[in-house]
Antibody
Framework: EVYLVESGGGLVQPGGSLRLSCAAS????????MNWVRQAPGKGLEWISY????????YYADSVRGRFTISRDNAKNSLYLQMNSLRDEDTAVYYC???????????WGQGTLVTVSS | QSALTQPASVSGSPGQSITISCTGT?????????VSWYQHYPGKAPKLMIY???NRPSGVSNRFSGSKSGNTASLTISGLQAEDEADYYC??????????FGGGTKLTVL
C-alpha cells in the first residue's frame, strides 16, 4: 500500500523559512512524479509545485515561484519543500501527492499545517 | 494561472443524480484531455475519483463519471448516497505544464 507522510509544519513568523518533508513508502519512489498541494483555511486546494522522478523537471505556481523550492532524495524516498520569505497567505495545510496530469494525483498524504503569523 | 470555475455548492436527494461543472479556458480544460476530479472530506486526504476526463481509478464506484465539452468538464454522481457528501475539486493540466484546481464544490445530500 502507498503511504505518504508529511512533516515539518509549524508556526513561523512572516519572512521566515520552513522545510517540509514527505516520506514515501509502498512504491518505487524514483519512478513517480511528485507534487505539493496546499489548502488555506476555509479555501480550496491549490497546486503549488511539481518534480519529476529524476528531479530533471520542476514546475511552480506563480504564487510561490522564487520563494519555494521543491526537491527529492530518491535514496531516502523523500520529497521536500523549502519555503522561504513566508507570508501570512502561505498559512495552509500542505499535502504531498503522487502523480501528474496523465494519471491524476493518485495518492495523498494527510497533510501538515503551516501557520505564518507574528 | 486562474482557478477553474466550479459552483460553490450543489445538493441532491438520495438516489438522485447531480452534476458538477468545471469551466476553464482553451489553455487548460479545453486544450487537453487531462481533467481529474477529487473528493475531499475535511481533515482527510483528498481522493482521486476521475482522471483523464472520464477514467475511474480501481476501486472508485461506477456511480462517478466524467465528461468534457469545450472548455467545461463535468462530474456526475448517480444514485446519490449520504457518504457522497463532501467537497469536490476539478483539476486540469495547463499550457504552462502546471496544474490548476477549481475552487471546489460542496455537495450536500439532503
Amino acid at each position: 500500500e502507498v503511504y505518504l507522510v508529511e512533516s515539518g509544519g509549524g508556526l513561523v513568523q512572516p519572512g521566515g523559512s520552513l522545510r517540509l518533508s514527505c516520506a514515501a513508502s509502498g512504491f518505487t519512489f524514483s519512478s513517480y512524479s511528485m507534487n505539493w498541494v496546499r489548502q488555506a483555511p476555509g479555501k480550496g486546494l491549490e497546486w503549488i509545485s511539481y518534480i519529476s522522478g529524476s528531479s530533471s523537471t520542476l514546475y511552480y505556481a506563480d504564487s510561490v515561484r522564487g520563494r519555494f523550492t521543491i526537491s527529492r532524495d530518491n535514496a531516502k524516498n523523500s520529497l521536500y519543500l523549502q519555503m522561504n520569505s513566508l507570508r501570512d497567505e502561505d498559512t495552509a495545510v500542505y499535502y504531498c501527492a503522487r502523480g501528474y496530469y496523465d494519471s491524476g494525483l493518485d495518492s495523498w498524504g494527510q497533510g501538515t499545517l503551516v501557520t505564518v503569523s507574528s | 494561472q486562474s482557478a477553474l470555475t466550479q459552483p460553490a455548492s450543489v445538493s441532491g436527494s438520495p438516489g438522485q443524480s447531480i452534476t458538477i461543472s468545471c469551466t476553464g479556458t482553451s489553455s487548460d480544460v479545453g486544450g487537453y484531455n487531462y481533467v481529474s476530479w477529487y473528493q475531499h472530506y475535511p481533515g482527510k486526504a483528498p481522493k482521486l475519483m476521475i482522471y483523464e476526463v472520464n477514467n475511474r481509478p480501481s476501486g472508485v464506484s461506477n456511480r462517478f463519471s466524467g465528461s468534457k465539452s469545450g472548455n467545461t468538464a463535468s462530474l456526475t454522481i448517480s444514485g446519490l448516497q449520504a457518504e457522497d457528501e463532501a467537497d469536490y475539486y476539478c483539476n486540469s493540466y495547463t499550457i504552462s505544464s502546471t496544474l490548476v484546481f477549481g475552487g471546489g464544490t460542496k455537495l450536500t445530500v439532503l
